[in-house]
């Protein structure tokens, strides 16, 4: 079974940190990343690693204070996040591309607040 398990998210006050965790099991994946939604908006893309080469991708809101990077298990991922703000209230979710077939795969969410 494909699956993407995502942990870490919580509660930060505005200026901390967090750090979340995906765990990814039953396929290889060329990409691993967060996309997160927040009450009454789109779901969006945060960051991704292309697990061949290391290569990160950041949205411009996150650029600077979010870091995306490997873990040393396999489709292992984790996303610091530092100098939070209340605009990243979300909810935050994996997601991965399969190496084969191209296919996406998501997590299931974990909520992230930051009170101000």
């Known amino acids: 079974q494909v699956r993407l398990v995502e942990s870490g998210g919580g509660l930060a006050q505005a200026g901390g940190s967090l750090r979340l965790s995906c765990q990814g099991s039953?396929?290889?994946?060329?990409?691993i990343g967060w996309y997160r939604q927040a009450p009454g908006k789109q779901r969006e893309l945060v960051a991704t690693?292309?697990?061949?080469?290391?290569?990160?991708n950041y949205a411009d809101a996150v650029k600077g204070r979010f870091t995306i990077s490997p873990g040393n298990a396999p489709n292992t991922v984790f996303l610091q996040m530092n100098s939070l703000k209340p605009e990243d209230t979300a909810t935050y979710y994996c997601?991965?591309?399969?190496?084969?077939?191209?296919?996406?795969?998501w997590g299931q969410g974990t909520l992230v607040s930051v009170s101000s």
């Open positions: 997601h991965a591309r399969r190496l084969i077939t191209n296919s996406e795969v």
């Open positions: 039953g396929s290889i994946f060329s990409i």
């Open positions: 690693i292309t697990t061949s080469n290391g290569r990160t």
